[in-house]
């Protein structure tokens, strides 16, 4: 029988790195794929040395348009199947879109939709024969107008589209597919995309760790999403209350005190 593997992109730090911890810890063994090798060699080592097998290590810029080409040479070459895809790689940039680099820009997209696209679709002939899952990290930007981070928050509202279509798509087939929504997260997303936490993050704040963890418990589930946290699951009602205007206006104004 085929050795099945969970893949974890984005494992080099955060979400991604706790998420491969509760895979691994649940007996799961894991195909870790990121830039930074060193990391992911360093995660691998920790999880075997915790008794767990020894996961896969991809290094591979997802930005770059054979990411997913080898991603699924490096699985092949293994001898392993995909039994869940966690497509937690993505990236976003403060500031308003006309003023930040194009090429950076391009390359969210790249990361957060066309890479979780191509994995999601490369691989779902795997999750239908083994019954796995997807779970795919959006975020809480998803449901939002983004001024600010109009990009990053327009490939989130992507993110939450696509997985509950393909939830649609793929539940009849026995897969499940979940989209987990946090908030601010302590991680280095917040220094990469050019901002200090503020109010926001104290107020909405749950750790990667327990982030992961609910994400976890909601795939294995089956949950549509997964919102960790009180404050955000509140999100969504106050969106139902308040016109899209008023929603919009907020968030610029929130957006203009990170400056």
Not at 28 to 57: F, S
Not at 115 to 136: E, V
Not at 199 to 224: E, H, P, Q, T
Not at 233 to 248: E, Q, Y
């Amino acid at each position: 029988m085929t050795e099945r593997v969970a893949l974890i992109t984005g494992a080099s730090a955060g979400i991604g790195t706790e998420l491969a911890r509760v895979f691994a810890a649940k007996g799961h063994r894991l195909a870790l794929v990121a830039r930074r090798v060193d990391r992911l060699t360093a995660l691998a080592a920790e999880i075997a040395a915790a008794g767990g097998t020894a996961p896969i290590v991809i290094g591979c810029d997802l930005a770059q348009p054979d990411a997913g080409d080898k991603i699924a040479a490096a699985l092949a070459a293994a001898g392993v199947e995909v039994e869940f895809i966690v497509n937690n790689a993505g990236f976003g940039l403060f500031g308003n879109a006309i003023e930040l680099d194009r090429a950076d820009q391009l390359g969210i997209i790249a990361v957060n939709i066309r890479a979780m696209t191509d994995l999601s679709l490369r691989f779902s002939d795997h999750l239908i024969r083994h019954r796995g899952g997807i779970l795919n990290v959006g975020s809480i930007a998803g449901f939002l107008p983004g001024p600010g981070m109009a990009v990053y928050y327009a490939s989130k509202a992507y993110v939450l589209s696509f997985t509950e279509a393909l939830r649609g798509e793929l539940g009849l087939h026995g897969v499940r597919v979940t989209v987990l929504c946090p908030g601010p997260v302590p991680t280095e997303f917040q220094a990469r995309a050019g901002f200090e936490p503020g109010f926001d993050s104290a107020v909405l704040n749950v750790s990667a760790a327990d982030v992961a963890k609910a994400g976890y418990r909601g795939l294995m589930a089956n949950r549509r999403a997964v919102l960790p946290g009180f404050g955000i699951k509140v999100v969504p009602l106050l969106l139902r209350i308040f016109p899209r205007g008023f929603i919009l206006a907020a968030v610029a104004r929130f957006q203009l005190r990170k400056r």
